[in-house]
């Protein structure tokens, strides 16, 4: 039998503890929709958060009346108000402003130069979280008694709200020996141990820490998540699946639900498109990284080896973001990247989600409704620079791939400018409404009428890709009757609803890479 996993780490309290591992960045707790409101909500929700942080100093020992008393004060500083104000006087949701003007400051101190200085962050993250739970309407969650804390950092107020009588110990991928959870940890003999890097447990899973030699213990079969590394070959891995004639085709799923993730087999299926609206509902949610990095590491790691295609967020009139009010600036009918574009404080959040999911597994990226280069462009330089951000707060991530939607007939047209697309995915829905002029839940044009010149439109736009990676993940690329047009036209990638999938598996064992029938079917 194995022998459990022991991971060297920085003591920041002394003593031995072990139980059930609660990973804090697993939690799914997302705000509610419709979290919204003007300069008053702002200073509601900062009274509620000092409300709190009242009660939680009654009884407390000086120490932690001290650390309290600072979150009180950082609170009632006129400043921050105010550039959260001005943020919002700019047309910024006031859930947005509130997080840029706390990111900002938490941004500054994990920049400077002493430890000390370093390890305040977390004190301002704490602010900034429990202001939106008090935005939302939901308050900071406990863990259960006894447990072992995991996580990247720990807040004050979650370590003097918790009930350390019953055990229990702090395990930090990050953290510092000299920030304020670690002083806390030391008054009250709470066993603690900073620094050992990320590392791979369920939540539930015994976890040990050794505070006296600085130390985390797994079970058997526990692991570090390797460091940050290039992204691999962006080319798609061929599948088992082959035509009559042997040539190697990937069919994989769509997901637009987070309920379907529990229903992904590696063994058999990646996952060719993710709807990621599907599980952003509302402005909280989109301004919630820690909540999507957890959906979006939950599909990479349901996926095991397999590569997942994440689009980012296709909001606009047809798909609303509750809580989410266009300026006057933002014209009707702006969706997809464009919106995100004109909306930076959303994509920020979500490109820094996706950064830091892509350790977990083979992950590319889409963008949605993409009509010109620079569109892509802007885009990837948004990626790099949030990059550069989770760098020097010491956050593993990793660049992944990123890639295109094409569903704008004028894109198809001229793939062959789209230089950095790393990859390209026919969404046929939008693709056959454009080019038919049609609306898209009307009845004006029937689309098997457009489907011809869909079909020769794709044709044509794989010829322009230049060898960079295709794939179909509209309607079409589920519907057998189109198959044999679609692999004519180059494809070997096909993406599809779980339930189509076995009726397009017969159908390609039965066709010619060509598209043409095999002999005797």
């Not at 429990?130 to 935005?135: H, M, N, T």
């Not at 402005?283 to 689009?311: C, F, M, S, T, W």
Request: with cysteine.
């Amino acid at each position: 039998m194995a022998e459990p996993l022991r991971l060297k780490a920085k003591s920041a309290s002394p003593g031995i503890a072990s139980g059930p591992a609660f990973l804090a960045e697993e939690q799914k707790a997302a705000f509610p929709p419709g979290t919204a409101g003007g300069y008053g909500a702002l200073e509601k929700a900062i009274d509620i958060s000092i409300g709190e942080l009242e009660r939680l100093a009654e009884g407390a020992d000086a120490e932690s009346r001290d650390i309290i008393d600072f979150q009180i004060e950082v609170l009632r500083d006129p400043t921050i108000a105010e550039a959260t104000g001005a943020r919002m006087q700019a047309e910024e949701n006031v859930v947005f402003a509130w997080v840029a003007t706390l990111d900002a400051y938490i941004g500054e101190l994990e920049a400077a130069d002493e430890e000390q200085m370093r390890a305040r962050a977390i004190d301002i993250l704490d602010i900034k979280k429990r202001v939106l739970g008090a935005l939302a309407g939901t308050p900071v969650a406990d863990f259960p008694p006894g447990s072992v804390f995991v996580g990247k950092d720990m807040e004050p107020s979650r370590f003097l709200a918790h009930d350390w009588s019953k055990g229990g110990g702090i395990a930090l991928f990050a953290g510092s020996a000299a920030g304020h959870v670690a002083l806390l940890a030391r008054a009250k003999s709470v066993p603690m141990v900073v620094g050992t890097g990320r590392f791979s447990a369920a939540d539930g899973d015994p976890v040990g820490v050794d505070g006296d030699a600085g130390a985390v213990i797994l079970k058997a079969g526990g692991m570090l998540i390797p460091p940050l590394a290039p992204a691999g070959d962006t080319k798609l891995e061929s599948g088992e699946l082959r035509t009559a004639d042997g040539v190697p085709i990937l069919i994989s799923i769509n997901i637009n639900d987070p309920a379907e993730i529990d229903a992904l087999d590696p063994a058999t299926a990646g996952v060719g498109l993710m709807r990621s609206e599907f599980s952003v509902t509302s402005i909280a949610d989109a301004a919630n990284e820690e909540r999507q990095l957890a959906i979006y590491r939950r599909v990479l790691e349901q996926a095991g080896q397999k590569p997942v295609i994440i689009r980012m967020l296709d909001i606009g009139d047809d798909k609303p973001l509750a809580g989410l009010e266009a300026p006057p600036a933002l014209e009707p009918g702006l969706r997809g990247i464009r919106l995100l574009l004109a909306r930076p404080e959303i994509a920020r959040v979500q490109a820094r989600a996706l950064l830091r999911a892509a350790v977990f597994g083979k992950l590319s990226v889409m963008l949605p409704m993409v009509t010109f280069p620079e569109e892509v462009d802007r885009m990837r330089e948004l990626f790099r620079g949030e990059a550069e951000k989770l760098g020097r707060r010491a956050l593993q991530h990793r660049m992944p791939p990123i890639g295109m939607m094409v569903e704008v007939p004028s894109a198809a047209l001229m793939l062959d400018t789209f230089a950095s697309a790393a990859f390209f995915s026919f969404g046929t829905n939008d693709l056959t409404q454009y080019l038919a002029a049609s609306l898209r839940d009307g009845n004006e044009v029937d689309a098997g009428k457009a489907a011809p010149a869909v079909l020769r439109l794709i044709e044509q736009a794989v010829k322009l890709a230049g060898g960079k990676p295709v794939s179909i993940c509209g309607d079409m690329a589920g519907d057998p009757r189109y198959l044999p047009e679609l692999l004519a036209a180059g494809l070997r990638h096909f993406s599809v609803a779980p339930a189509h999938r076995p009726a397009i598996r017969s159908a390609i064992i039965g066709l010619n890479a060509d598209g043409t029938r095999a002999a005797g079917e």
